[in-house]
């Protein structure tokens, strides 16, 4: 069974930065997809960015360059640092897996933390 706990988030004023952590536990290792993916009010799922078992990444456009993605795979904690953070990037950030290799389809992802807000102040 697949586990995973998710911690950070918060409120900052626009500019400001945040760091989500995600500890995984219950996974095979050798064929995963680990993934953020944020659900705003009114707005579709989208994964934020994501990683799978063999290193290859993605990022949402609207991200690139201002979140960073990284994994500890010893401790198998997974990582997100804001930076720049805008209003729009207010939502509930979710901690998610799948079944390798990375995707961007939400729907395939069939393991969810529970979620933490993340509120962006103009």
């Known amino acids: 069974q697949v586990k995973l706990v998710e911690s950070g988030g918060g409120s900052v004023p626009s500019g400001g930065s945040l760091k989500l952590s995600c500890k995984a536990s219950g996974y095979d290792d050798t064929n995963y997809c680990l993934g953020w993916i944020r659900q705003a009010p009114g707005k579709e799922r989208e994964v934020v960015a994501a990683?799978?078992?063999?290193?290859?990444?993605v990022y949402a456009p609207s991200v690139k360059d201002r979140f960073t993605l990284s994994q500890d795979k010893a401790e198998r904690t997974l990582s997100l640092e804001m930076t720049s953070l805008k209003p729009e990037d207010t939502a509930i950030y979710y901690c998610?897996?799948?079944?390798?290799?990375?995707?961007?389809?939400?729907?395939?992802?069939?393991?969810w933390g529970q979620g933490t807000q993340v509120t962006v102040s103009s």
């Open positions: 998610a897996h799948a079944m390798g290799p990375v995707t961007t389809e939400t729907g395939v992802y069939g393991y």
């Open positions: 990683i799978d078992q063999n290193g290859k990444f």
